[in-house]
């Protein structure tokens, strides 16, 4: 399966989903005007990629910033690693500068929502 790679904007996260490399990242500042519109492509490369996942998945979020509209689409994207976690072996990170106590209060809200372990690293 190839690697989508979505380049980030002053308002769009990076995006990098490469199962060969077993790298799966959402960083930077994630505010984009239809956060819907954005995301779609994501979700569909997710689809795709649950049918022949890796045995080990290891998703980080190493988000600065992200809006309501994104924290929906984030929430979204740890569903699915929910349910792919039901037949497969999913690690989610979530990354967060020293002094971000908002980057990391997200992150443990997160881990609330999903059955997924979710941890907090600081960097």
């Known amino acids: 399966m190839d690697a989508l790679i979505i380049d980030s904007t002053e308002d769009t996260p990076q995006v990098i989903l490469d199962p060969k490399e077993n790298n799966f990242i959402l960083s930077e500042r994630s505010l984009p005007e239809n956060a819907i519109e954005f995301y779609k492509p994501i979700f569909e490369w997710l689809n795709k990629y649950k049918n022949d996942p890796n045995k080990l998945t290891t998703f980080n979020f190493k988000l600065d910033y992200f809006n309501t509209a994104s924290a929906k689409q984030i929430t979204k994207i740890l569903l699915f690693l929910e349910n792919l976690a039901i037949n497969h072996e999913v690690k989610v990170l979530w990354s967060y500068q020293k002094d971000d106590l908002d980057m990391k209060s997200s ?13 907090l690293v600081e960097i």
Do not use: C, P, S, Y
């Open 107 to 119: 992150g443990t809200r997160f881990a609330k929502l999903i059955k997924v372990k979710i941890d």
